[in-house]
């Protein structure tokens, strides 16, 4: 099993739709969890950080489920300017903070007007 | 917020030369700074922990002495990839950790290296 697995889409959502991205992690005892979003040729931008109880940043929502392993983004209302790459990201080795984390793939995401 | 300005964008150069890519932290002390290499539609991977004052720590599989990282100052991390051939053309992101969020990473922009 990978250590983070998205599925790399690409998913064609019409504007103002809603979609969620899942994503798969294989260490059990990783701490933390990031949403962040990449754009073509660009660097990553964090989107979100994730916490256990879940939380919600405008159009966007970050969820934990610990048991299964696995994370959530729901965006609402999507806009154009929301296509991008989404990149899962988790922390290795149950480190805490920031260091040492392993990205997925991504999840693809267009937005169609 | 955190700056991270990475230099070059864009490099293309001839096989077997070598190419320094700079990282630096513009308005914070970074004691750690990462580099990451993507290729297309890959993810991105860690090559190395750079930490201030000491000797980087490498990922499994990444050689040392092919890509040499200095970190001299608390603002600046260099990675050197030497003897570059077509194979290592790739995407180059470095990040830093600190600054107002310090558990947040903040990416430089990257450099985009082409070997001829």
């Known amino acids: 099993r990978k250590e983070v697995e998205q599925d790399p889409g690409p998913f064609n959502v019409p504007e103002g739709a809603t979609v969620a991205f899942n994503c798969t992690y294989s260490n059990s005892a990783s701490q933390s969890f990031f949403w962040y979003r990449q754009d073509c040729r660009k660097e990553p931008k964090l989107l979100m950080s994730v916490y256990s109880s879940g939380n919600e940043d405008g159009r966007f929502t970050a969820q934990l489920n610990r048991a299964s392993q696995y994370i959530s983004l729901l965006i609402r209302d999507s806009k154009l300017s929301d296509s991008a790459t989404y990149l899962c990201?988790?922390?290795?080795?149950?480190?805490?903070?920031?260091?040492?984390?392993?990205f997925g793939k991504g999840t693809h995401l267009i937005i169609q007007p | 917020g955190a700056v991270v300005s990475q230099h070059p964008s864009r490099v293309i150069c001839k096989s077997g030369t070598s190419v320094k890519i700079e990282c630096r932290s513009l308005d914070f002390q970074a004691t750690t700074m990462f580099w990451y290499r993507q290729f297309p539609k890959q993810s991105l991977m860690l090559m190395a922990t750079?930490?201030?004052?000491?000797?980087?720590?490498?990922e499994q599989g990444v050689e040392k002495d092919k890509f040499l990282i200095n970190h001299a100052s608390l603002t600046l991390s260099t990675l050197t990839v030497t003897s570059a051939h077509p194979e290592d053309s790739s995407f180059y992101i470095c990040?830093?950790?600190?600054?107002?969020?310090?558990?947040?990473?903040?990416f430089g922009a990257g450099s985009r290296l082409t070997v001829l």
């Open positions: 990201v988790v922390n290795r080795q149950g480190e805490g903070g920031a260091d040492g984390l392993t």
């Open positions: 750079s930490n201030e004052g000491s000797k980087a720590t490498y």
């Open positions: 990040s830093a950790k600190g600054g107002p969020g310090a558990n947040v990473l903040t």
